[in-house]
């Protein structure tokens, strides 16, 4: 074997310790990524169900005026708006 190949072999001997350690690095910050994320928890999960429920509850009617009279009720909301529509379409099926 001579110089050169000696060489060229040591250096490939060294590339594979090189990526070998990189690896076991690599695997030892994952490991340490997820053990922290195990004790901390993810912090942001209570913001966005905070959120996410802020949003439901504030989607839909919850009152509704008409004719200077104020409706709360649900059923009576829904009562309300059922028969705002199914007027609406009589009076544009009639005119049609």
Same mark, same amino acid.
């Given at each position: 074997?001579? $110089?050169? $190949?000696?060489?060229? @072999?040591? /250096?490939?001997?060294?590339? /594979? /310790?090189? $990526?070998?350690?990189?690896?076991?690095? @690599?695997?030892?910050?994952?490991?340490?990524a997820n053990m922290i994320w195990f004790k901390d928890g993810d912090r942001n999960v209570v913001f966005f169900h905070v959120a996410v429920k802020r949003i439901h509850n504030s989607s839909g009617i919850h009152r509704l005026r008409i004719d200077n009279e104020v409706i709360e009720h649900p059923k009576l909301i829904e009562d309300q708006i059922l028969d705002f529509y199914k007027n609406l379409y009589v009076e544009s099926i009639s005119n049609v």
């Open positions: 074997m001579s $110089d050169i $190949d000696g060489l060229l @072999y040591q /250096e490939n001997i060294a590339k /594979e /310790e090189l $990526d070998h350690a990189l690896h076991y690095q @690599y695997l030892f910050w994952k490991k340490r």
